[in-house]
């Protein structure tokens, strides 16, 4: 079953070639075309293109199947070409020819915008519960190692003292920016384009903002035209919020592995979250982080990705279009996966107490010690050439210990602050509202 359907046969390489992997990508909208076609149908009655009792009538069905597509039971059967000709079949199956009528007034163009905003929302609620509970993971071992002291580097050299506290705070502080990605992109998607139709309007009195409220938008995208030129744009915007949250996931797993190393030790994993060699028995490889780097890479690689295929076309919809599928429905739960992990292993890291007492590492204290001429009375640079002779004499002798005080510092870490950051981003997202018109709906 096809939606444009006139009767003329299509050649079978040519749809196979064009249908592509579409009908496999459509099972992750198959909820949201369902409460899009409730909204719509909702709207369609209060204007009189529906009868009320018609409405009753393909609710109930389409509850049914609502149900079922979140069970994860809902099939896009051999021959149908999309969910939403799925759908419409369903429904025409079991109650005739009022089926046929849910789609007035809109085209699969904006129904396929509609269903994948719906999807971005449902799956950034869940990327954002995700990064929470990493951050969170990251918050309590910043505070259970705040006194332990481990090098800080610039260019790979041992630089000045830093602390596993400070370590795990940065990277939940680096979250907090990753989020503010993610709302940005929340707020991009959660405009209603249910209406543009082919990306021109409809001649029939559709009521937009009915649905906009039906389906809990904030807002919708007004401009026809421009509803439609969002697809492709907004499936980039989502994903460079992604990747910023992918670039910290990632980034992280980089330092464990390189902390985790023999010539490191700073850090280890229990056995169970380690693997193997066949020929190796002393070895400890870190595959968790090192796949997590790899794929967080790959989710950087996203917007360029969708870019190369929205980036040269015209005004209007284009098959092209259909590719970012792909790559972009699956990417949600690739990143969840990732942070699912990574809290994981970070909630069952150890690490290696007094690393600084190591003799390698006392050069890392050599700005303390010019600091600490400066406090009395010495101008640095003389304190600096001072400690810089003693260096390279072999006569520097530094007292292993920092005393730092100001915001964000190794003897302040400010993570309650942070923590207070992360909440007003999540408490700005507003997704109770979002599903309480979604249960709403479902329910009618």
């Keep these: 079953m096809k939606l444009w359907d006139k009767g003329i046969k299509v050649n079978d390489k040519v749809e196979s070639f064009t249908v592509g ?21 909702t709207m369609l009655e209060s204007v009189g293109l529906l009868e009320k009792s018609e409405l009753e009538e393909l609710l109930v069905e389409l509850q049914n199947i609502y149900a079922d597509a979140i069970a994860g039971n809902f099939k896009i059967e051999d021959g149908v070409e999309d969910v939403h000709s799925q759908v419409e079949m369903m429904l025409t199956e079991r109650l005739g020819d009022v089926g046929k009528k849910v789609h007035s007034g809109r085209s699969r163009n904006d129904q396929v915008l509609l269903d994948l905003k719906l999807f971005i929302r449902s799956k950034i609620e869940e990327v954002v519960e995700a990064v929470k509970e990493f951050f969170e993971a990251l918050q309590t071992q910043s505070e259970n190692y705040k006194d332990c002291l481990i090098p800080g580097y610039t260019h790979l050299q041992v630089a000045m003292p830093s602390s596993f506290g400070l370590w795990f705070g940065a990277y939940a502080e680096s979250l907090t920016d990753d989020m503010q990605m993610l709302k940005a992109a929340w707020k991009i998607t959660n405009q ?38 969002g697809r492709g744009k907004t499936e980039k915007n989502v994903s460079m919020a992604l990747s910023s949250v992918a670039y910290t996931v990632g980034k992280f797993a980089t330092d464990a592995c390189l902390y985790m190393s023999q010539n490191f030790g700073f850090l280890s994993l229990p056995n169970e979250l380690t693997t193997g060699s066949s020929i ?5 490889n870190p595959d968790v982080f090192e796949l997590i780097r790899a794929k967080c890479n790959q989710l950087q690689a996203l917007p360029d990705s969708i870019g190369m295929i929205t980036g040269n076309l015209p005004t209007g ?28 292993a970070v909630n069952n890291i150890s690490i290696t107490k007094d690393v600084l007492n190591n003799e390698m590492y006392k050069y890392a204290f050599s700005v303390e010690e010019v600091n600490k001429l400066v406090l009395q009375g010495v101008p640095f640079r003389d304190a600096y050439k001072q400690i810089g002779g003693m260096i390279e004499e072999g006569k520097f002798e530094p007292e292993l ?44």
């Design 317 to 344: 919809y284009f098959r092209d279009l259909q590719l970012i599928k792909e790559t972009f429905l699956p990417a949600f739960d690739e990143l969840i996966s990732c942070l699912d992990l990574a809290t994981f």
């Design 401 to 444: 210990t920092v005393e730092h005080s100001h915001e964000g510092t190794i003897g302040n870490l400010c993570n309650p602050q942070v923590k207070l950051k992360m909440e007003g981003i999540i408490n700005e997202f507003n997704f109770k509202k979002v599903n309480e018109a979604i249960n709403t709906l479902s329910k009618k």
């Design 280 to 284: 190796m028995p002393h070895k400890k």
């Design 192 to 229: 209603n384009p249910l209406g543009a139709a082919a990306g021109y309007g409809s001649s029939f009195p559709l009521n937009r903002q009915m649905t906009t409220d039906l389906l809990g938008f904030d807002n919708m995208n007004y401009n026809v035209v421009y509803a439609q030129m």
């Design 21 to 41: 992997k579409d009908r496999e990508m459509d099972l992750y909208l198959a909820p949201f075309d369902v409460i899009g076609t409730m909204a719509h149908i």
